[in-house]
Nanobody, 129 residues
Framework: QLQLVESGGGSVQAGGSLRLSCAAS????????VGWFRQAPGKERDGAAV???????????YYVDSVKGRFTISQNNAKNTVYLQMDKLKVDDTGMYYC???????????????????WGQGTQVTVSA
């Protein structure tokens, strides 16, 4: 069965840290673009960070400006798991966080629009002042 399962969400005070995990089963992350998206209450879901598999020795990452310097996406191929380390969290980071994987597209987050993309069920992150 092909699926993504997120974990690691929770409640934290502003300035704190959380690490989200996204474990894949039924396929291999290293063959796809993989990223994290978030949806704040009452807003659309937006991309936050993405990793492109690149070459066999080098992968590429991209972050939206609002998380750049605070969030880090990484991947453990042996565990087939992708992580999102979130530091210096802000109240505005509150929302449901989803991981997704799919065939890389022309732009960084295009992979998530593919019909063949996989999505997790989401994990809630709440940052309080």
């Amino acid at each position: 069965q092909l699926q993504l399962v997120e974990s690691g969400g929770g409640s934290v005070q502003a300035g704190g840290s959380l690490r989200l995990s996204c474990a894949a089963s039924g396929f291999t992350f290293s063959d796809y673009c993989v990223g994290w998206f978030r949806q704040a209450p009452g807003k659309e879901r937006d991309g936050a960070a993405v990793m492109h598999p690149g070459t066999s020795s080098t992968s590429y990452t991209y972050y939206v400006d609002s998380v750049k310097g605070r969030f880090t996406i990484s991947q453990n191929n042996a565990k087939n798991t992708v992580y999102l380390q979130m530091d210096k969290l802000k109240v505005d980071d509150t929302g449901m966080y989803y991981c997704a994987a799919g065939p890389c597209g022309r732009d960084w987050f295009d992979f998530a629009q593919e019909a063949s993309a996989y999505w997790g069920q989401g994990t809630q992150v709440t940052v309080s002042a």
